[in-house]
């Protein structure tokens, strides 16, 4: 994958594998001093789903908070250098090794950052262990099933389905440059021009790592997907959302109906004009400046 500069490759293991994440540690980055006893803080970033996701997602975004937090940003299983068992995969292995990975490498309660379908299972990972988690914010935030709206059930779902054919259409429509520039287009950015070459190799090499094509097709399937109106009132972890306005699968007044079953926990909603899916790449600069907005808002 391409990381940031300064940034160091580690992993810890989970009930389906090993999970490598990225810690900036090197130079120019450093370590707080916690001599006065203060513990230094972390701040989690959880990528999204999508043909070649990973962590490189946030690595636009992350560096900008190194000097004041301890940063993990790992490849979910399935993705990235992250293990890739050969499964279908379920909305509890995701939810299953969220909770693992936090538990194995935060010793208190974390401020988790999280993209799309994977903050809708980091939702349900802090209803289920509301003590690991301080606060989220998270970019579109979404189920994919919401309300009841089914994702599955086209000819395209049902074909991706198919073995055998679900792999060909994998290698011949994902696993490769137009592929993956294709679904950066019409998924994932709001305007085509801002996707750079760098993006598309990143996304590449992820997608072609050995069996990166489970978790892939597993997401294409509408396995993953849930409604998460069911869940939502269930949270207790102080919680901000933004939104992309063009964002291509739920569009901002699912995410509005989402945020409004419950004020209490999810304290601001914001939609930014122009963007779609990953604001975080798309738009990184604001992406970073409201996540500042929102530490003030959380108690960050």
């Not at 914010?137 to 086209?154: M, V």
């Not at 509005?256 to 909603?269: H, Q, S, T």
């Amino acid at each position: 994958m391409i990381e940031p500069i300064g940034v160091e490759k580690k992993s810890t293991a989970t009930s389906l594998g090993t999970m490598v994440y990225y810690t900036p540690t090197k130079t120019p980055w450093h370590q707080m001093d916690s001599s006065n006893g203060g513990a230094v803080p972390t701040l989690v970033f959880l990528h999204g789903f999508g043909g070649g996701s990973s962590a490189y997602e946030w690595s636009k975004v992350y560096p900008a908070f190194a000097c004041d937090y301890q940063i993990l940003a790992p490849d979910l299983i399935g993705w990235g250098r992250s293990e890739h068992p050969e499964r279908n995969y379920q909305v509890t292995d995701y939810i299953n090794t969220i909770i693992e990975f936090i538990s194995n490498t935060c010793s208190s309660p974390t401020t988790v950052i999280a993209s799309s379908l994977t903050a809708a299972f980091t939702i349900r990972a802090a209803i289920e262990r509301p003590n690991l988690f301080k606060s989220l914010i998270l970019t579109t935030p979404a189920g994919l099933s919401d309300f009841g709206e089914g994702y599955g059930g086209n000819f395209f779902t049902q074909l991706v389905s198919t073995p055998v054919i679900d792999k060909i259409i994998y290698s011949a429509g994902i696993a490769n440059p137009s592929g993956i520039r294709n679904f950066l287009e019409t998924r994932q950015f709001a305007r085509p021009e801002r996707i750079y070459q760098e993006i598309v190799d990143a996304y590449l090499e992820s997608a072609r790592q050995p069996n990166a094509e489970y978790a892939a097709l597993s997401f294409v399937r509408g396995d993953l997907c849930f409604d998460l109106s069911k869940y939502i009132t269930q949270l207790t972890t102080p919680t901000a959302i933004i939104w992309g306005k063009e964002s291509e699968f739920t569009g901002p007044e699912i995410g509005k109906r989402l945020a409004d079953l419950n004020p209490d926990a999810i304290k601001a909603f914001e939609v930014i004009e122009d963007v779609g899916l990953t604001p975080q790449l798309e738009l990184p600069g604001v992406t970073i400046g409201l996540i500042r907005k929102f530490f003030k808002l959380l108690g960050e």
